[in-house]
């Protein structure tokens, strides 16, 4: 008997390597929906790519199958469609699995403004919802329309072109950036500045370094090597002081005079002090940040804007909250953690997603599902 009780515990101890149970949600403020799959993309706008038996069809937010199983390879739906692969062709479908265009592309993007970067023949371009090529196939790289404006490659340097194909700043560039509040960051060999969204350069070539424009300004390094801030006019807001300032979020950006990170409000003043080894923008309120606790190493947790602590610093790693729940993992294991520092879903998987329309993408071993928040 003892023999039988102690290879039914290794059988189930195992179980998950080789016999393929399903995944199991263990929490109580998700449910399962859908089945478990070999492979799986994040919802976007009601649908999931999901691969099962070697193809990928889509699911919508119940779990049901809306798509079969039919494609090689497939994306996320943007601005009503879906860029899948199929006999080696990459083509768009509609939500119920029609083509919205016919695979005839080596690769494709998602649809931004309304236009796709697509490949032909070694070179992109780009098309229109109906299908149609506007910007014939003539670049080594290209990036999505953002608003009026857009990146592309030539054989060696970057420039800006417009909805018409039209170049509105010069192939002069050493990168490729996408417009924030208007601006644009540009970088030749040595410096940076920004040009605006009709190409002209509204802040000159002066900055060592420089990050994109949030809440009205822009981190940016000045010739001491400091960081401070700008405004759209490129003069220094706050005066450069910081061995690394970021990105403001919900009013609040990270800075480092040292070693350690805190935050600073609008004017410049430190709110949260700089004590803390790695820290991250605010997300819903709250910011994870990572501190060596006595005896235990680096942990990581949550604080509010006021910099108390929210979610206590107990976990090994940690991502941005999201619609009121974040990924957290504890040992090697990831799990949800809600607003209210409880688990809302066991640290029980080997990989978990952001929580996007109330959904999350899980995996443990080689099998994905999803959950969903229940409904109260």
Known sequence: MKKITAFLLFFCLLCPLFCGCSVSVTGDRFIKIGGDYENAKDFSEGFAAVKKDGRWGYINADGEQTVDFRFEDAWPFKEGVAAVKENGLWGYINPDGSWAIEPAFELTWFFSSGMAVVKKGNLFGYIDRSGTTVIEPQYKDAGNFNGDIAYVKNDSKYGFINRRGEVVSDFQWVEGRKMSEGLIEVFDSYLSGFINEQGELVIPLSLPDAAYFTEG????????????????????????????????????????????????????????????????????????????????????????????????FSYTAANDFSEGYAAVCSGDRWGIVAADGMLALKTAYDEISQVSGGIVRLRKGEKWAFAKVKAE
């Open 217 to 312: 300004c822009a981190p940016a390094m000045d010739s001491s090597m400091k960081w401070g801030y700008i405004d759209p006019s490129g003069a220094f807001c706050l005066e450069p002081k910081w061995r690394y300032a970021g990105q403001f979020s919900e009013g609040l950006a990270i800075v480092m005079t040292e070693r350690y990170a805190g935050y600073i409000d609008r004017s410049g003043t430190c709110v949260i002090e700089e004590k803390y080894l790695h820290a991250y923008d605010f997300s819903c309120g709250l910011a994870r940040v990572a501190s060596d606790q006595e005896g235990v190493g680096v942990k990581w947790g949550f604080i509010n804007p006021s910099g108390e602590t929210v979610v206590p």
